[in-house]
């Protein structure tokens, strides 16, 4: 049960993470610049406000959760019993994981400051840029508390480091989808149109780091190709791989046919329909995607299953 448990607070804080990176990000890179002449550009992308409070809430809640469920499964106790003896404590103050919890809510307090300057700001600021690199920095952070942070360096050091961008430009892209669909169905078609190309930009360069990253991350982990097939985690990773490619696919179809078409008052309607629903439709696989993330985490690459011992080894 506590496996399920904390799987799912492992995807959910991804998730969450994810969404607010991207949101941060999107308002600083995309919508920002777009709108930058218009006389309003906070209040035109202020849907987005409730997006990232949301998300914020979600990812503070699912880190504490991802904490003390983690404590109870070392401890293979309830959580209330691994808050009684210690081991929740211990985990907080005598692992790297919970270093960079520690680390994380810090930047977390942080982030709530920057975010509630910018929202009191009537046109973008240097509160959301500097919002949205703490976001970003905290989406990256997440490396220290997966099994990267297990390889032995100082290979274990590039494994982290890889395993931060690949988070970040997730981030960037997927994190993204939502306030861009958002975006998309409230703006009139000249700013749907510049907005699409910037956005477009931006998940290109991701796909650009999540792809050798990814490649990376998987060489990192598996002891070798039969694992792929030979053990539940790389199944889960292949089905992984299988929904990305899915993903890029309908960001191909967007960024190459339907992103230009929006230019012609003729087909801008229906183009800008379409897209809505490819977005949803790569959002829906993202979804699926940080499921599988949430699970791969708690599992061992070479067993179908982790350890107590296991998790120790990885978290201290």
């Known amino acids: 049960m506590i496996d399920g448990a904390l799987a799912a607070a492992r995807a959910v804080h991804f998730a969450a993470t994810l969404l607010l990176e991207g949101t941060l990000a999107f308002r600083v890179l995309v919508g920002g610049p777009v709108l930058a002449s218009g006389t309003d550009a906070r209040s035109a992308l202020r849907p987005l406000d409730g997006i990232a409070a949301g998300a914020f809430l979600v990812a503070l809640l699912s880190g504490a959760a991802w904490l003390f469920l983690l404590a109870a499964e070392v401890a293979d106790s309830t959580i209330s019993d691994a808050v009684a003896d210690g081991t929740a404590w211990l985990l907080l103050t005598q692992t790297q994981f919970g270093f960079a919890w520690q680390v994380r809510a810090i930047g977390f307090l942080l982030l709530a400051l920057c975010m509630i ?9 240097a509160s959301d840029t500097a919002a949205c690199l703490l976001s970003i920095a905290l989406t990256g952070s997440i490396a220290w508390s997966g099994h990267g942070a297990a390889t032995p360096a100082p290979l274990g050091t590039v494994h982290v480091a890889i395993d ?7 981030g960037a892209w997927l994190g993204g989808l939502l306030p861009f669909l958002i975006a998309l169905l409230i703006l009139k078609r000249e700013d749907a149109f510049q907005l699409s190309r910037r956005f477009s930009a931006l998940a290109t360069a991701s796909v650009f780091i999540l792809l050798p990253t990814g490649i ?35 960001a191909a179809v967007n960024r190459f046919v339907l992103v230009p078409q929006l230019a012609s008052d003729a087909l801008a309607k229906r183009s800008t329909t379409r897209l809505a629903i490819h977005t949803g439709c790569e959002i829906a696989l993202g979804v699926v995607i940080l499921a599988i993330v ?16 296991a998790l120790i080894r990885v978290l201290s």
Not at 117 to 125: D, E, G, I, L, N
Not at 164 to 170: C, E, I, P, R, T
Not at 294 to 309: D, R
């Open 216 to 250: 990376a991350n998987g060489w990192f982990a598996l002891p070798g190709v039969a694992a792929l097939t030979g053990t539940l985690y790389g199944k889960l990773l292949l089905a992984k791989v299988t929904l990305f490619l899915l993903m890029l696919a309908f």
């Open 294 to 309: 949430g699970a791969l985490g708690i599992l061992s690459p070479v067993e179908h299953h982790h350890s107590a011992a």
């Open 117 to 125: 300057a910018a929202a009191r700001s009537p046109q973008p600021s």
């Open 164 to 170: 931060f961008l690949h988070l970040v430009a997730a």
